[in-house]
């Protein structure tokens, strides 16, 4: 199933993630489809496989991002608030806004200054309503600290793996929020879980499947191998 979901196309490549079953809503379908891989990885865009975007960080492999949003869309709701962790070239975030509606909002966070022009750029190609209405926003900082200024929010997805699960994301996750991450070293095989945030503040937490991510770390750390 997964790693084989490529594609010539972009519909096809989203055509393929549907026949295996990694995509299993119409909802996560259209938005998949309405923004392009393209216009956010230069190299093998439609190959099921992480791609190299520079200083040190990938996009995720397609199954992933749909893997991502179909584990989410019961809190991606129009009207909803999201944080997205290592946005990256921003491809996510973009899905995510689209899912949110006109009501809704995105916030797409990365600590390379770089990758958050990248992410701008990119969703300016085919999609720039989305950041001239507000919907969609891409700031510069550190994801591990969250982004108060529009907290709390009803999904947090992360795309990076963490040793444990961040303290200042957990205190911006909504009562009745979800948050998906990879928890784990980056040597060895991660866990991407689920975290559910009650009405009543109970934690429920679950182990979705073993993955490997790039590590959730700091800007000096991350860019160090590049000088």
């Not at 392009?36 to 960080?57: H, L, M, T, V």
């Not at 510069?140 to 992360?158: L, N, Q």
């Not at 559910?196 to 160090?224: C, F, H, M, S, W």
């Amino acid at each position: 199933m997964a790693w084989r979901c490529h594609g010539k196309t972009h519909k096809e490549q989203i055509d393929h993630l549907r026949k295996s079953g990694i995509i299993k809503s119409n909802v996560v379908y259209e938005a998949m489809l309405a923004v392009d891989r393209k216009d956010f990885c230069s190299s093998e865009p439609y190959r099921d496989s992480p791609q190299p975007i520079g200083s040190n960080a990938t996009i995720s492999a397609p199954h992933m991002h749909a893997y991502a949003l179909e584990n989410l869309k019961e809190r991606l709701k129009p009207g909803s608030k999201v944080l997205d962790v290592g946005c990256g070239s921003g491809y996510l975030a973009a899905c995510m806004a689209i899912m949110v509606g006109e009501s809704g909002r995105v916030v797409g966070i990365d600590h390379i200054p770089s990758l958050v022009e990248m992410s701008i750029n990119n969703t300016r190609k085919h999609h720039a309503a989305l950041l001239d209405s507000g919907r969609l926003l891409y700031v510069e900082g550190d994801g591990r600290e969250g982004y108060p200024a529009t907290a709390p929010y009803d999904c947090i997805h992360v795309g990076a793996a963490a040793p444990d699960v961040p303290t200042p994301l957990m205190d911006q996750l909504a009562r009745g929020g979800r948050m998906v991450l990879p928890i784990g070293s980056p040597n060895s095989t991660q866990k991407f879980i689920q975290i559910d945030l009650g009405q009543d503040g109970i934690v429920d937490k679950k182990n979705l499947l073993e993955v490997r991510y790039v590590p959730l770390t700091d800007k000096e750390k991350q860019v160090a191998p590049w000088r």
